[in-house]
């Protein structure tokens, strides 16, 4: 658990010689699946799949699905899916929205609302509009906002450890 919460700390305490390195995709990848590691999801003792979803960015799903797809999760295995629009979106624990597809945001939160759904996008303004996590650039960093209440509305509960490196909504 040390290592994780390091690398999420690396990752959101670098300035932008860290993500001259690695590609924003990757950055957006590997923070995306160590969120999951500090957040419990309403099933987390049931077994079956643990499915992120991504809509409209295809690196951050090919990373996603190369470096953790059918990986194990306690009594789950990971399982990566691509969405093309909102009406494509299925149930999943984590579903990343792409800037580019931020328009799209309401019409996709409104279908998750109450289904045990971490949200996360990366535009401004999102996390005040409902999203769980965004990413967000503060003084050439990549950071996160937390909207508490979305997370709570979701029956989500986040450790303390995310909420410290948080920008809380």
Known sequence: MKKLLALIAVALTA???????????EVYSM?????????QWPD????????IGVIGNADVFNTLNTWYGG??????KYVIKKFSSA?????????????????EF???NDKMKGKGTLVITDKSGMAQKGSGINF?????????ELNQKALEA???KVSNSLTSMAILI
């Open 15 to 25: 300035g932008s010689a860290f993500a001259q390195e690695r590609p924003i995709h």
């Open 31 to 39: 923070m995306v699946f160590n969120f999951t590691k500090y957040v």
């Open 44 to 51: 987390h003792t049931q077994p079956g799949e643990f499915v």
């Open 71 to 76: 990986k194990g999760r306690g009594t789950k």
């Open 87 to 103: 009406e494509e979106v299925a149930d999943c624990h984590v579903l990343f929205i792409d800037r580019s597809k931020s328009g």
């Open 106 to 108: 309401d019409d996709v």
């Open 136 to 144: 967000k650039t503060v003084d050439n960093k990549l950071r996160f």
């Open 154 to 156: 979701s029956n989500l």
